[in-house]
């Protein structure tokens, strides 16, 4: 299977402008693309007798070698694969939003999620640096895994530069047989069948009030300006640590959880329906519960585990864990389970767990 791996670049001012020169040829690519690709929406749907071929990501790319590329020479000190993979994720988009499982492509901003691709002569050198092309050899922080990817993707966060790419591991397998049903909530990230208690990180609540003092401060200085760009880095690094604690919590306990169960049963939850409700959205999407289910996806798959996953309306918090009777009515304040059928008395978090568990047993 594939996994991708980040590291953060150890770069100097002239690599730092060379990649926002690579960032705003791929931004000037995307677009162009856009704008074209829309234009030819609209003139399909304006004239259905008449329509025009949806351009591919091919199509896109002579249309730009033929028209854009002599108007803006400075397309010539990038590497020639940056505006192909940009007008390649802009169709991959496209794709998506015709599926359905996705949104309509939006047009990109400098200096908001700046990235792009590297693709050809990519070498390993030693165990920190990597020659990619045009810009040469760059150093990183940590090892590197010894092997030659054929693309890299470098973006950049806050003041931050990061190198990316994906290799090929081969798939664990440990022999486990355990099943754990896996409960997850607001006040505490995972509760486990096997009552073992997880804390979520709460990142966004502890530093929550730093930022909005931070944000409040900037509200009037001049955009653009010293100070203001000053003032974006810092808000952007603080937007950093949080979401990083957050995915620091989050991988620790999804790959507890895929090396030590065979089986782990969680709730197929609607996390977007949950998010309507404003009192619990800061909480929920502190949480990161998709987050949560997607790495623990791919780990289960690496580490030879089963995920399982239980309907969306399965009364896991409603049932009795002792005599499978069912509540009508349990409000969300109610933290304690209570039976009135065999007078069992449990935690709420822990009695959905265990009927998580029970339900593929």
Request: glycine residues 6%; contains cysteine.
């Amino acid at each position: 299977m594939l996994l991708g791996f980040k590291t953060e670049l150890k770069a100097n001012n002239s690599q730092r402008s060379q990649f926002a020169r690579h960032c705003g040829v791929a931004r000037h690519a995307w677009n162009w693309g856009l704008f074209i690709t829309k234009n030819v929406l609209d003139y399909n749907k304006a004239n259905p007798d008449s329509k025009i071929k949806f351009p591919t990501a091919i199509d896109l790319h002579k249309l730009l070698v033929k028209l854009v590329k002599p108007e803006n020479p400075w397309y010539y000190e990038c590497s020639k694969s940056t505006p192909q993979q940009a007008l390649m994720a802009l169709r991959e988009s496209w794709k998506r939003c015709f599926n359905k499982t996705a949104g309509v492509p939006t047009f990109k901003k400098k200096g908001k999620r700046d990235s792009f691709t590297l693709e050809g002569t990519v070498k390993i050198l030693g165990s920190n640096q990597i020659k990619v092309p045009v810009i040469g050899v760059l150093k990183t922080y940590e090892r590197l895994p010894q092997l030659q990817p054929k693309s890299v993707t470098i973006s950049r966060q806050s003041e931050r530069w990061f190198i990316s790419f994906r290799f090929e591991v081969n798939e664990q397998n440990l022999n486990n047989r355990s099943v754990v049903g896996v409960d997850l909530g607001i006040k505490n990230l995972a509760t486990l069948s096997t009552g073992e208690v997880v804390s979520g990180a709460k990142s966004y609540r502890k530093y929550g009030e730093k930022l909005a003092g931070m944000q409040y401060l900037n509200r009037h200085k001049i955009r653009g300006s010293r100070n203001w760009k000053q003032a974006q880095i810092k808000i952007a690094t603080l937007h950093r640590k949080i979401a990083n604690i957050r995915s620091d919590t989050l991988h620790k306990v999804t790959t507890l959880l895929a090396k030590n169960h065979g089986v782990i049963v969680i709730e197929d939850l609607n996390v977007s329906g949950m998010l309507a409700n404003h009192k619990l959205a800061a909480a929920i999407a502190d949480m990161s519960f998709f987050e949560f289910r997607r790495q623990l996806t791919y780990k289960c798959q690496l580490y030879g585990a089963t995920l399982a996953i239980v309907e969306r309306w399965f009364p896991s918090s409603k049932l009795c864990s002792n005599c499978g009777s069912k509540k009508e009515t349990l409000l969300l304040s109610e933290r304690v389970f209570e039976c009135n059928s065999c007078g069992n008395r449990q935690d709420r978090d822990l009695n959905a767990a265990i009927n998580l568990q029970k339900a593929v047993s």
